[in-house]
Nanobody, 127 residues
Framework: QVQLVESGGGLVQAGDSLRLSCAPSGRTFSTYNMGWFRQAPGREREFVAAISVSGGYTYYADSVKGRFTISRDSAKNTVYLQMNSLKPEDTAVYFC????????????????????WGQGTQVTVSS
């Protein structure tokens, strides 16, 4: 069983930056695809970003492309989501997700592709 723990959320102003972290407890995530999703009140969970095992392939939702960067640090067993130029519409609970990878360059952007989920961290962007 993989348990994911997110951190780094908070309350910021529009234009500010935040970095979210996700660390799986109990095991290494070296063979897992990792992704970030978010869910705003009254809305469905939506894809934000994904990264391959190798770290060489990333994929972003159009709404965050150019502003957010997903990365992974194998030595620290942690995945990050660097969020720049935050907007009020980025306000949501952000979830980290993991799944066993098919190969080192694959990634996934559909929620149902992921087996493991964190509890989420709140990001609030004020205008």
């Amino acid at each position: 069983q993989v348990q994911l723990v997110e951190s780094g959320g908070g309350l910021v102003q529009a234009g500010d930056s935040l970095r979210l972290s996700c660390a799986p407890s109990g095991r290494t995530f070296s063979t897992y695809n990792m992704g970030w999703f978010r869910q705003a009140p009254g809305r469905e969970r939506e894809f934000v970003a994904a990264i391959s095992v190798s770290g060489g392939y990333t994929y972003y939702a159009d709404s965050v492309k150019g502003r957010f960067t997903i990365s992974r640090d194998s030595a620290k067993n942690t995945v990050y989501l660097q969020m720049n130029s935050l907007k009020p519409e980025d306000t949501a609970v952000y979830f980290c997700a993991a799944r066993q990878a098919a190969n080192i360059n694959s990634y996934a952007y559909r929620a149902y592709d992921y087996k493991y989920w964190g509890q989420g961290t709140q990001v609030t962007v004020s205008s």
